[in-house]
């Protein structure tokens, strides 16, 4: 069953923003870090963003300077702030959770994002 649940997802024009919020359904336990990814129809699901325990953060090339990722890694609680949103941003989002040792990651189910032109 989903352990992790997005939402925030919506339709905005070129140059908005959205926040997308993830939470776990469950008790997961302890995890490495957090993750945003996105995923296209045809296309590979793609890291967007991470944030470990420490805080420390990471972002893919796109995004970086217009999306930021926060939360609560310890909690399971996560958020990624889209500002300046391109039609490329189109996409499903999901959250993932990295557990220890296996690196096995725990999956949302998703939320779609859709940018217009």
């Known amino acids: 069953q989903v352990q992790l649940v997005e939402s925030g997802g919506g339709l905005v024009e070129a140059g908005g923003s959205l926040r997308l919020s993830c939470a776990a359904a469950g008790r997961i336990g302890n995890v490495n870090a957090m993750e945003w990814y996105h995923q296209v129809p045809g296309k590979e699901r793609e890291l967007v963003a991470s944030?470990?325990?420490?805080?420390?953060?990471n972002y893919a090339d796109s995004v970086k300077g217009r999306f930021t990722i926060s939360g609560d890694v310890a909690k399971n609680l996560v958020f990624l702030q889209m500002n300046s949103l391109k039609p490329e941003d189109t996409a499903v989002y999901y959250c993932?959770?990295?557990?220890?040792?296996?690196?096995?990651?725990?999956w949302g189910q998703g939320t779609q994002v859709t940018v217009s032109s």
């Open positions: 993932a959770g990295v557990l220890p040792f296996t690196r096995r990651r725990v």
């Open positions: 944030i470990s325990r420490d805080g420390t953060t």
